[in-house]
């Protein structure tokens, strides 16, 4: 297999700067070039069939390199898919950030199709993201539940301006790990499908968990707000004077 330069002539912890680039520096680009090649391989021969001589062959880089940034293949699917989860949610914000935050069921819209237009441009994050995922057992609770954290106070804070007498206890993180769980199970039968169904129907499937949430806090804020309408009547009246009464 043929190397790198810069594999075949650093050494391991070696202080001495080649072309102006530090051994850290090196190292860092070398955990770089086997990500990239990680996410080609996954993403287009999947997570069963990849391998980590075919990693190493892409990034063209030795074996003992990628043992210096990793500790097994589930460990570089683990930063692949990261990377994948990342490069989404950044297109999903900038959809977001063009859209008044008035109407939760519309962003909701508005990042679904933003997630699934680019995972149509690039199949690899299909296949990452959504086919090998219940393969490679990303969609555990426990790992739905720290991608769901990084979201999880954005969320919480727009919920909280979408329905100001949102109840305190409402535990974001289940909403988080229930929803991811349809947006995945759906897109990958979806994969499956060759993505035959066009974005808009497709989200048509997956955001009526939205607009069920949506009534749910809809009903609990009226009903919070009749409640404190009623006690403030009850107060009003109780300050009022009572006909007939002595000063």
Same mark, same amino acid.
């Given at each position: 297999m043929a190397v790198a330069a810069d594999d075949a002539d650093s050494s391991a912890g070696s202080p001495r700067r080649y072309g102006g680039v530090s051994a850290d520096e090196r190292r860092a680009? %070398? +955990?770089?070039?086997?990500?990239? &090649?990680?996410?080609? !391989?996954?993403?287009?021969?999947?997570? #069963?069939?990849g391998t980590m001589r075919l990693v190493c062959a892409h990034a063209r880089l030795s074996e003992r390199y990628f043992y210096e940034n990793f500790e097994s293949l589930d460990d570089l699917?683990?930063?692949?898919?990261?990377?994948?989860?990342?490069?989404?949610?950044?297109?999903?914000? %900038? +959809?977001?950030?063009?859209?008044? &935050?008035?109407?939760? !069921?519309?962003?909701?819209?508005?990042? #679904?199709?933003?997630?699934?237009?680019?995972?149509?441009?690039?199949p690899r994050l299909g296949r990452i993201m959504l086919t090998d995922a219940?393969?490679?057992?990303?969609?555990?609770?426990?790992?739905?539940?720290?991608?769901?954290?990084?979201?999880?106070?954005?969320?919480?804070? %727009?919920?909280?301006?979408?329905?100001?007498?949102?109840?305190?206890?409402?535990?974001?993180?289940?909403? #988080?790990?229930?929803?991811?769980?349809?947006?995945?199970q759906v897109g990958a039968m979806w994969m499956d499908r060759k993505c035959a169904t066009p974005i808009p129907q497709l989200v048509d499937h997956i955001i009526y968990a939205w607009r069920g949430l949506h009534l749910w806090l809809s009903e609990a804020s009226a009903a919070k707000r009749a409640a404190q309408a009623v006690a403030s009547g009850h107060s009003e009246a109780e300050a009022q004077p009572v006909p007939g009464a002595s000063a």
């Amino acid at each position: 297999m043929a190397v790198a330069a810069d594999d075949a002539d650093s050494s391991a912890g070696s202080p001495r700067r080649y072309g102006g680039v530090s051994a850290d520096e090196r190292r860092a680009q %070398r +955990r770089e070039r086997l990500i990239e &090649a990680g996410f080609e !391989v996954f993403g287009r021969e999947g997570y #069963l069939q990849g391998t980590m001589r075919l990693v190493c062959a892409h990034a063209r880089l030795s074996e003992r390199y990628f043992y210096e940034n990793f500790e097994s293949l589930d460990d570089l699917y683990r930063a692949v898919h990261r990377r994948a989860s990342s490069k989404v949610g950044e297109a999903v914000m %900038r +959809r977001l950030a063009s859209l008044p &935050a008035t109407d939760g !069921v519309a962003m909701t819209r508005a990042g #679904l199709e933003a997630y699934f237009e680019l995972v149509l441009a690039d199949p690899r994050l299909g296949r990452i993201m959504l086919t090998d995922a219940v393969t490679t057992g990303m969609t555990n609770p426990q790992i739905l539940g720290t991608r769901a954290a990084a979201w999880a106070d954005m969320i919480r804070d %727009r919920l909280r301006v979408l329905y100001p007498e949102m109840r305190q206890e409402l535990d974001v993180d289940y909403l #988080l790990i229930g929803f991811g769980g349809v947006i995945v199970q759906v897109g990958a039968m979806w994969m499956d499908r060759k993505c035959a169904t066009p974005i808009p129907q497709l989200v048509d499937h997956i955001i009526y968990a939205w607009r069920g949430l949506h009534l749910w806090l809809s009903e609990a804020s009226a009903a919070k707000r009749a409640a404190q309408a009623v006690a403030s009547g009850h107060s009003e009246a109780e300050a009022q004077p009572v006909p007939g009464a002595s000063a």
